[in-house]
């Protein structure tokens, strides 16, 4: 089993539909939680951290966190084509909270 | 600087050479990371530095891969007699102290080993 999974996709929505991305993790002792925006050719880019259950919110995107479940999502409301990106989970360990695990990343197809 | 600056963009080197790769960080910020990136791989945690502190090497693959930060800024991450599977794109992070809220990727450095 993977420490990080993430579906590959590539997931396609129309362009205004809410997107969800889902995340789960292997280590249950871990206690931040990361998702990552990376462009084609790019450097990834962070979106939003979330540390505690519930939910988080930031403009256009909500980052969901169920510790007990070992999951977490990436909601994008209002979904645009500038959004067509690979999002990456990341995922401190118990072993060292600087060290961050990432998933290999959904790819998100926002269609016009 | 404004981001983490990483040269060059781009290297082409022949297997057996040995190859250097520059990262020069937020300013201010005393943690320094390496990832790797593969073709369809997650991101490779490498090394990391924080302040004065031993760096953290565990995610080294191999002792070709060496890596330093001198005067706590700039690091030099390199990799001696170069494989084909050292081909990736290598990424450079830095954030404040090691703190939990993210960290700032360089744009990378395309490594082809031919």
């Known amino acids: 089993q993977k420490e990080v999974e993430q579906n590959s996709g590539p997931l396609s929505v129309p362009e205004g539909a809410i997107a969800s991305l889902n995340c789960t993790y292997s280590d249950r002792g871990s206690q931040s939680f990361f998702w990552y925006r990376q462009y084609s050719g790019k450097s990834p880019e962070l979106i939003m951290f979330?540390?505690?259950?519930g939910d988080k919110e930031d403009g256009r995107f909500t980052a969901q966190l169920n510790k007990a479940s070992q999951y977490v999502s990436l909601l994008i409301r209002d979904s645009q084509p500038s959004d067509s990106a690979t999002y990456l989970c990341a995922v401190t360990p118990t072993s060292g909270t600087y060290k961050y695990i990432f998933g290999t990343g959904t790819r998100l197809k926002v269609l016009a | 600087g404004a981001g983490v600056s990483q040269s060059p963009s781009n290297k082409v080197t022949e297997k057996g050479k040995d190859v250097e790769l520059r990262c020069d960080p937020i300013?201010?910020?005393?943690?320094l990371y390496w990832y790797r990136q593969s073709l369809g791989q997650g991101l490779e945690f490498l090394i990391y530095f924080q302040g004065n502190s031993a760096p953290d090497k565990s995610g080294l693959p191999s002792d070709r891969f060496s890596a330093e930060r001198t005067g706590g800024s700039v690091s030099t991450l390199t990799i001696q007699r170069t494989q084909q599977e050292d081909s990736a794109v290598y990424l450079c992070?830095?954030?404040?102290?090691?703190?939990?809220?993210?960290?700032?990727f360089g744009s990378g450095t395309r490594l082809t080993v031919v």
């Open positions: 300013s201010g910020h005393t943690a």
């Open positions: 992070a830095s954030s404040f102290d090691g703190s939990n809220y993210g960290y700032t």
């Open positions: 979330i540390y505690s259950n």
